[in-house]
Every structure is written in C-alpha cells, then in structure tokens.
C-alpha cells in the first residue's frame, strides 16, 4: 500500500494528527492503522460476566479507536497543571492554549457544556486552605465530564468524521517494524490480528503514535534505529474507593480533586488522579497478561461509592533507565499476589500490618464496585518507599 502519511495508533494522539491535517485544508492521503477495533464493536465481556475473561488478542478496555478513554470517564482536565510534560516541551502558555483549541472540537462533537469547579469560589477557598494546612496543594483545575456513555458516543461521532473526509481507518492491524532504507523512514509493516495478513505501507510522512500501551515497543524501535529519547517519569500507585459521603463536599464544589503533596520522608511527588464520584473501579489488562486498575463513572448510573487515584511519582536515569519496565514488574508482582485478579486491601488493615480476608471486607462500610476483586496484602507487592509516600499521603488527604 501507498500513501502521503500513515499514522500508527488511533487513540487521541492519532486522531488529532489526522483531525489538525483536514481542518488545515491538507489534500494528502491519511491512513491510520489501529490494533483494535472501531469504538461502535468495542465490547467489554465483563458486563454480562461479572470477571475478567481476558480477552483475546488484546483487551477491548485499553485497545481500539479512541484508545483506553472511551471507556475511561471521558473527563477534561482543562489546565496545563495537569497531566504530563507539556507545559515544559512547549511553554505552559502555549500548552493551555492547546488545551482550550482541543476542547472546543471536543464541544463541535457533542461534549457536555457544563464545566464543574467554576461557581463555587467560597467553598473552593475552604478546601484550599484545609489542604495547605494538610501540606498539600489544590491544583485549580476546570473539569469537563463527558461520561464514559456519552465519551463513546463521542468518539464514534469523530470517528465517522475522519472516514467521511477520505481517511483510511485499518482496524484490527498491529505495528510491527518501521521500514527503514538508508537511515530514512519509509512506512511500517503491519500485521492483521489474526495473523492471515501482513501489509507493506509505504508513506511520506510516517506518524508513531502508539500512546501508553504502545510505550515499551516506541523505546525498542527508538534504541534499535538510535532516535534520541529519554526515559520519563512513570507513577505507581493504587485507587482509593470510599463512600460518597467521605468525599461529597469535595465532590460537589469540584468533582475532582488535584490535589499534590511531597509527603516526609522520601519527597516524592504524590498526587490524586482521576477522582470518579458515583463510579466504578475497573480493570484494564495489558500485553503478557499484566492486570491494572482504572476508575470511570457514567453521566447517569452513579453507585454508592467514589474511587479516585493516588500516584506516586518515580524518576530513574543512571545506572537504571526504565521507568516502565519497573512499574511493570511490580504489576506482576501485585498479580501474582492476587492470582491474576485485582488486589484490594483495607486503609485500616494497612494502618495495622494485616492482610484484609474475604470476611473481613464483606463487614465494611465500603462495598467494592470491582465484585471480582481478592482481599490480600496490597504492601506485599509494593516497594516500601512508595507505600510509606501513599500512605503518609493519605492520611495528609484525610
């Protein structure tokens, strides 16, 4: 196959490649080419299972059109104070600028109007000035929730806009190798996912954007062909699930809380991520079977309970120089633990030095929205100077 720019990975990076090239008048022809399916065939088994099956050959949650948020919320957080590098590649001017183009293509297909964390000035400066007496800093950060429903509704709108103006949509086709001739980039091979086809795009411009899951296969194809690259921070962390009344003051003046602390004695940046009030706790697998958490919450059916993240940040550079492949081996670690399930693990039992058993977490105030999830020993598989951060963290929130 021939073409003026193919794209590898139609999760946001993707799209938006192929979104900014038509709104700019660009005539050349785009192909994305995409592990997973098309967001309409997107399906998670879990719903009518109530487990994990595992899926095969990738999990439908983490994998297909629009990438792992349209079943993860679809939340904006419309601050460059929030989220990755950015704000210090481009300039945090130009990163929020950025910010508030993307969102209004957001509102062209269909996003919620309403943003939360703007019209409650008095209780905002309440919760700001509880945190800095708690050590932590309340990031001022607008939010816009989609809903995990409407987010794939969404998408799919998106979708159909970049198959209409004439871009190729490959679904159910992986990345394989770039094809490399004299130094210079001339397309990728591709693979289908049933293994019965393998393609030759050969491509002017060649766009990699394999986003969080792709990561590890990026850094293989950087070192094998010497692209220059660094290793980025990567954060390891558990979701926190409580009952709405805990956090319904934090909830309603907000909806999500950024807050950041650098908890004694370690000094690592700790933070809240992706705060779901009414939501549900969900597992997302990777590649090689490795099982991580996630949280989302629906527009309309809200459960007991809100779950939020808490993450701490690690940096490695010499003489380790692999952020993920660490986090990795902790995952397998915490999975090992928990069977291939989801550990979870009460606040207090931690506090104690105790696992928590199956009885034990069937008597709590707190019902986990994971049913599928294994009472055990969270501080098992986690390294100490990132429990004692969580921990000292937490108790800094509470």
């Given at each position: 196959?021939?073409?003026?720019?193919?794209?590898?990975?139609?999760?946001?990076?993707?799209?938006?490649?192929?979104?900014?090239?038509?709104?700019?008048?660009?005539?050349?022809?785009?192909?994305?080419?995409?592990?997973?399916?098309?967001?309409?065939?997107?399906?998670?088994?879990?719903?009518?299972?109530?487990?994990?099956?595992?899926?095969?050959?990738?999990?439908?949650?983490?994998?297909?059109?629009?990438?792992?948020?349209?079943?993860?919320?679809?939340?904006?957080?419309?601050?460059?104070?929030?989220?990755?590098?950015?704000?210090?590649?481009?300039?945090?001017?130009?990163?929020?600028?950025?910010?508030?183009?993307?969102?209004?293509?957001?509102?062209?297909?269909?996003?919620?109007?309403?943003?939360?964390?703007?019209?409650?000035?008095?209780?905002?400066?309440?919760?700001?000035?509880?945190?800095?007496?708690?050590?932590?800093?309340?990031?001022?950060?607008?939010?816009?929730?989609?809903?995990?429903?409407?987010?794939?509704?969404?998408?799919?709108?998106?979708?159909?806009?970049?198959?209409?103006?004439?871009?190729?949509?490959?679904?159910?086709?992986?990345?394989?190798?770039?094809?490399?001739?004299?130094?210079?980039?001339?397309?990728?091979?591709?693979?289908?996912?049933?293994?019965?086809?393998?393609?030759?795009i050969f491509a002017k411009?060649?766009?990699?954007?394999?986003?969080?899951?792709?990561?590890?296969?990026?850094?293989?194809?950087?070192?094998?062909?010497?692209?220059?690259?660094?290793?980025?921070?990567?954060?390891?962390?558990?979701?926190?699930?409580?009952?709405?009344?805990?956090?319904?003051?934090?909830?309603?003046?907000?909806?999500?809380?950024k807050l950041i602390g650098?908890?004694?004695?370690?000094?690592?940046?700790?933070?809240?991520?992706?705060?779901?009030?009414?939501?549900?706790?969900?597992?997302?697998?990777?590649?090689?079977?490795?099982?991580?958490?996630?949280?989302?919450s629906f527009k309309d059916?809200?459960?007991?309970?809100?779950?939020?993240?808490?993450?701490?940040?690690?940096?490695?550079?010499?003489?380790?120089?692999?952020?993920?492949?660490?986090?990795?081996?902790?995952?397998?670690?915490?999975?090992?633990?928990?069977?291939?399930?989801?550990?979870?693990?009460?606040?207090?039992?931690?506090?104690?030095?105790?696992?928590?058993?199956?009885?034990?977490?069937?008597?709590?105030?707190?019902?986990?929205?994971?049913?599928?999830?294994?009472?055990?020993?969270?501080?098992?598989?986690?390294?100490?100077?990132?429990?004692?951060?969580?921990?000292?963290?937490?108790?800094?929130?509470?």
């Amino acid at each position: 196959m021939k073409t003026d720019v193919v794209i590898v990975g139609a999760g946001p990076a993707g799209i938006f490649t192929a979104i900014e090239m038509l709104r700019k008048g660009s005539k050349k022809k785009i192909v994305i080419v995409e592990k997973g399916k098309s967001v309409e065939n997107r399906r998670c088994p879990k719903n009518k299972t109530n487990k994990c099956v595992d899926c095969k050959p990738y999990c439908h949650i983490t994998t297909g059109f629009s990438g792992a948020g349209a079943f993860s919320d679809g939340k904006l957080s419309l601050s460059f104070e929030v989220g990755g590098d950015l704000p210090e590649l481009i300039g945090a001017e130009k990163a929020q600028e950025t910010i508030e183009y993307t969102d209004k293509i957001y509102l062209e297909f269909g996003a919620d109007e309403k943003i939360e964390g703007l019209d409650r000035n008095d209780e905002v400066k309440e919760i700001r000035k509880r945190a800095i007496r708690a050590g932590l800093k309340l990031v001022d950060c607008p939010i816009r929730h989609i809903g995990t429903e409407k987010a794939q509704a969404l998408y799919l709108a998106i979708e159909k806009y970049l198959q209409e103006n004439g871009v190729g949509i490959l679904f159910e086709y992986e990345c394989n190798a770039p094809i490399v001739q004299d130094g210079v980039c001339k397309g990728v091979t591709v693979t289908k996912s049933d293994g019965s086809q393998t393609l030759e795009i050969f491509a002017k411009h060649t766009v990699i954007a394999t986003g969080r899951r792709g990561a590890g296969w990026l850094e293989s194809v950087c070192e094998r062909y010497g692209v220059e690259h660094t290793a980025g921070v990567v954060d390891i962390g558990v979701r926190v699930e409580v009952r709405n009344e805990i956090m319904e003051t934090v909830n309603k003046t907000l909806y999500e809380s950024k807050l950041i602390g650098y908890p004694l004695p370690f000094k690592n940046k700790v933070r809240t991520f992706c705060q779901n009030p009414g939501g549900f706790v969900s597992q997302e697998n990777y590649d090689d079977r490795l099982a991580v958490v996630n949280g989302h919450s629906f527009k309309d059916l809200k459960t007991e309970n809100t779950n939020v993240s808490i993450l701490c940040s690690h940096h490695f550079s010499y003489p380790f120089n692999q952020p993920i492949a660490y986090a990795k081996k902790i995952g397998e670690l915490a999975n090992m633990l928990g069977a291939g399930q989801i550990l979870v693990q009460r606040y207090g039992d931690i506090l104690s030095g105790k696992r928590t058993w199956q009885d034990e977490l069937s008597r709590s105030n707190v019902r986990p929205t994971l049913k599928d999830a294994v009472a055990g020993d969270i501080t098992s598989a986690l390294p100490y100077r990132t429990m004692v951060n969580i921990i000292n963290f937490m108790q800094a929130v509470d």
